[in-house]
């Protein structure tokens, strides 16, 4: 018999199968394949877009947390984002080809609350007489706030426009490296290496530094200096 704490701790699993259930047609019916609490669909691009719906800490009522921790215990959020292949394969070179894609591996990244009219990180709670009516918001939300988000980077392209005008934007926090790996994939060595010299002129801790030059080597750009 499991103890009561593992009891309660199952309880939010189950309410966030049951949302997931809910949705899982909805996403394979538009492209998306699921693995666990990730679904993954490939655009036209070549490129990977995920839906990830995640739970809070696994910290059961009763738990002592540290005072400056916010307590997520029994709420979930969904999180969305975009895979660029080969700005994985020259930032992470060691890590090889991914077959499935979860959402802290992508290049672009948000909060489906950050993406709603509310604009702010927002995690439900998974109270069991409300799992349906959470199961509705997602839909909603997914329609209304992460499609029309996922469209904004559906290829390269349009990741391009959006990182140039938007170099500040919280969807990614390396918007010059990515445009630098994406322009140099397309033989626009000079394009490329200009921003990431501006990158390096920038930021001059040693630990980035090595990390640009190391890149622009792999990417066959030679001297940032």
Excluded at 13 to 29: G, Y
Excluded at 133 to 149: C, G, I, K, Q, S
Aim: a neutral charge.
């Amino acid at each position: 018999m499991l103890p009561d704490n593992m009891k309660e701790k199952s309880k939010p699993t189950h309410a966030m199968d049951e949302i997931q259930a809910a949705v899982r047609p909805f996403l394979k019916e538009l492209g998306f394949r699921a693995r666990w609490r990730a679904f993954n669909r490939l655009t036209s691009d070549g490129l990977t877009q995920v839906i990830e719906f995640q739970l809070g800490r696994f910290d059961p009522p009763g738990t002592n947390a540290t005072g400056y921790r916010r307590d997520l215990y029994g709420k979930f959020t969904v999180n969305v984002g975009v895979y660029i292949p080969e700005v994985n394969k020259y930032t992470f070179p060691g890590d090889g080809e991914r077959l499935f894609v979860h959402e802290y591996n992508c290049d672009v990244r948000e909060r489906l609350g950050n993406l709603g009219p509310e604009h702010r990180d927002i995690w439900w709670d998974l109270e069991a007489p409300k799992v349906q009516d959470y199961a509705a918001e997602v839909f909603l939300r997914l329609e209304r706030d992460a499609f029309p988000f996922l469209a904004q980077f559906e290829n390269r392209d349009a990741i391009l426009k959006q990182l140039t005008e938007h170099p500040t934007s919280s969807f990614t926090c390396r918007p010059r490296i990515i445009c630098a790996i994406i322009l140099a994939g397309r033989g626009q060595s000079d394009e490329a290496r200009s921003l990431l010299a501006t990158q390096a002129r920038e930021n001059r801790n040693q630990p980035h530094l090595g990390f640009l030059r190391a890149l622009a080597d792999r990417l066959g750009l030679g001297s940032l200096e």
